[in-house]
């Protein structure tokens, strides 16, 4: 009980720290404090950056909902190594794009496009760090999740290495987790919520075959998932045993299904052991990230509302800003 009340006085803590003016630097850490709210509106260099990217972004969805999952998790593989500094986008033999966790990035030909535009508003003014966050915030509003304030003025790095990539397997324990979380300034609530953006998208096969047929190298599926859910997965993945088998994609949340919508379930799924990767049903296994769970089963509106104010401490990690960087012409390449 004591953990729930914790947990929602940090969430009412958090939805008044995300408008400027108030004190928001206990919770939004440092770098936060190097954006402005509304940056290329305040600074009169492109009035309306923020509306052509919305504009852009709800004609892509009508045509194409799986850019949701897609912008998100391109989001994190930018965020979480060397920081909100669109280094992903880059291209050549070692970008952190060639990183082999990185394969099946998506969402790259979206933000093509949205620079497009911008570059024809505005040229040379918005940085690529900017779109990415603005386009995900704006394709998973329309998905179902809220919308969140995206402080803006980042800047673009100038270097990607993919031996800089360390974003962890799904199939990562809880500890390793917790730490890679941490590294990065974000807490276990984050962590737990962050977990969250899996209730849409989809996942090949091959992250989660370990779970059905080998689970921890006993030979066995996992112990713990339910045994129902656990022959529907196995028949959408069967064992990989040649190679150049076809590695299926499954959704990450059944229960968002096609249209990829934002879904209330995912933690009701965890609670029922019917998480489709092990990272997510880890969340069961701390009693920390077990309460949030709970927390976030009952109260949709909960999960939302940490959802908003962790998605603006993940794009504000480690972010360029004043004369580090670049502004990009062309997001694939620097200058
Ligand atoms: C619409 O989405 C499909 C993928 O679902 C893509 O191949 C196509 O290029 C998109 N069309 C437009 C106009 O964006
Ligand atoms: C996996 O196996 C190791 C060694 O047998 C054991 O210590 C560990 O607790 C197991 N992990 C899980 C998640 O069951
Ligand atoms: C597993 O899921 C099925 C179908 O939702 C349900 O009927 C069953 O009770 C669950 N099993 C356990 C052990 O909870
Ligand atoms: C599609 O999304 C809506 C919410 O936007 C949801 O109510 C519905 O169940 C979803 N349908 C499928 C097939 O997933
Ligand atoms: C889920 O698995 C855990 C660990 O085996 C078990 O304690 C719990 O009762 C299971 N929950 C359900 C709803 O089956």
Not at 73 to 97: H, I, K, M, Q, W
Not at 203 to 220: A, E, M, W
Request: glycine share 6%; hydrophobic share 35%.
């Amino acid at each position: 009980m004591a953990m729930i009340k914790l947990i929602l006085s940090v969430l009412v803590l958090g939805a008044i720290s995300l408008f400027p003016g108030t004190a928001e630097a206990s919770v939004m850490g440092p770098t936060m404090q190097k954006l402005t709210w509304h940056y290329y509106k305040v600074y009169n260099t492109c009035e309306n950056a923020e509306n052509f990217v919305r504009h852009q972004v709800e004609k892509l969805y009508r045509n194409d909902t799986t850019i949701a999952p897609k912008l998100l998790r391109l989001l994190y593989s930018d965020c979480f190594v060397t920081g909100c500094d669109a280094s992903v986008l880059l291209e050549g033999p070692n970008s952190e794009r060639k990183a082999p966790q990185n394969t099946g990035l998506g969402a790259f030909v979206i933000i093509d496009k949205i620079k497009k535009v911008l570059e024809q508003r505005c040229p040379g003014v918005v940085s690529c760090a900017d779109i990415l966050n603005l386009a995900t915030r704006d394709a998973v509003h329309m998905a179902g999740a809220p919308s969140y304030p995206v402080f803006t003025g980042r800047r673009d790095g100038l270097t990607s290495d993919k031996q800089t990539v360390d974003l962890p397997s799904p199939s990562i324990s809880w500890d390793a987790s917790m730490a890679y979380f941490k590294s990065r300034g974000l807490n276990v609530l984050d962590m737990a919520t962050l977990l969250g953006s899996h209730s849409m998208g989809r996942t090949h096969c091959s992250h989660i075959v370990d779970r059905l047929y080998n689970f921890n190298k006993t030979g066995k599926p996992s112990p713990t998932m339910n045994k129902s859910f656990l022959s529907e997965m196995a028949n959408k993945c069967p064992p990989r045993t040649k190679k150049g088998q076809t590695d299926p994609l499954v959704y990450l949340n059944p229960d968002s299904g096609s249209n990829h919508s934002f879904t209330s379930s995912f933690y009701s799924r965890v609670l029922s052991n019917k998480s489709v990767l092990e990272v997510d049903q880890q969340l069961l296994y701390n009693d920390d990230t077990k309460q949030i769970s709970e927390e976030f089963s009952e109260s949709f509106e909960d999960f939302r509302k940490s959802f908003a104010l962790s998605m603006s401490k993940m794009g504000s990690i480690n972010v360029l800003t004043k004369n580090e960087g670049e502004i990009r012409r062309d997001c694939r390449r620097r200058n």
